[in-house]
């Protein structure tokens, strides 16, 4: 089983519509979530980042985290298409002496259409 | 734009040769990560270097090995290329070793 599981995709919705992606993990240690979007050819930008369990907004995104069911989400409000682009999840432990290496799931690619 | 810059942006070599990718790093920032992205998969990560030193590495061999310099910024060398090291190659930089890490755009390597 690997350590972060995120459905590829690809998920298609219309301009406007609620978008909701997300992450299962089966390490414990993992504390920090973040959620990166990548856009075709480009690296990894950063869009939210999270330590407790609950949630954070800023602007259209909202991130949702669950430790107890080791379940994050990531949903995006009134979807444009220029949030079309792979979303990956990320994560790294709080200890354990591996505390800087990024985990990422394999990425859900998301198309918004006009 | 995260400052953070990478070269060369595209590359092809074929197997069994060496290549060298480098990285700036965002003004102010002493650690640089690289990841490996393979088509369709998430980033992996390869190591990591703090003020010139390997500070953690991932499940890659020893053909996969690193420089930081005095100004932060990086090399990635892979000798004996393998089909299997084609892949978008991503740095990114951090202000320290367990701080938010920003990604440049990537080399993309293509192993013939």
């Known amino acids: 089983q690997k350590e972060v599981e995120q459905d590829p995709g690809p998920l298609s919705v219309p301009e406007g519509a609620i978008v909701s992606l997300n992450c299962t993990y089966s390490?414990?240690?993992?504390?920090?979530f973040m959620w990166y979007r990548q856009y075709s050819r480009k690296g990894p930008e950063l869009l939210m980042y999270?330590?407790?369990?609950g949630n954070k907004e800023d602007g259209r995104f909202t991130a949702q985290v669950d430790k107890s069911s080791k379940y994050i989400s990531l949903f995006i409000r009134d979807s444009q298409p220029s949030d079309s682009a792979t979303y990956l999840c990320?994560?790294?432990?709080?200890?354990?002496?591996?505390?800087?290496?990024?985990?990422f799931g394999k990425g859900t690619l998301l198309t918004v259409n006009p | 734009e995260t400052g953070v810059t990478q070269s060369p942006t595209h590359l092809i070599k074929t197997r069994g040769q060496q290549v060298t990718l480098r990285c700036s790093s965002q003004?102010?920032?002493?650690?640089v990560s690289w990841y490996q992205q393979a088509l369709g998969q998430g980033p992996q990560f390869i190591f990591q270097?703090?003020?010139?030193?390997?500070?953690g590495r991932g499940n890659f061999p020893p053909r996969f090995s690193g420089l930081q310099f005095p100004n932060y910024s990086s090399e990635l060398n892979v000798n004996a290329l393998e089909l299997d090291d084609s892949a978008l190659y991503l740095c990114?930089?951090?202000?320290?070793?367990?701080?938010?890490?920003?990604f440049g755009p990537g080399t993309r390597l293509t192993v013939l």
């Open positions: 990114a930089s951090s202000l320290g070793p367990t701080d938010t890490q920003y």
């Open positions: 390490n414990s240690a993992f504390q920090y």
């Open positions: 270097y703090y003020r010139e030193e390997e500070n």
């Open positions: 999270t330590y407790s369990s």
């Open positions: 990320a994560m790294i432990p709080n200890s354990g002496g591996s505390n800087y290496k990024l985990t």
């Open positions: 003004s102010g920032h002493n650690t």
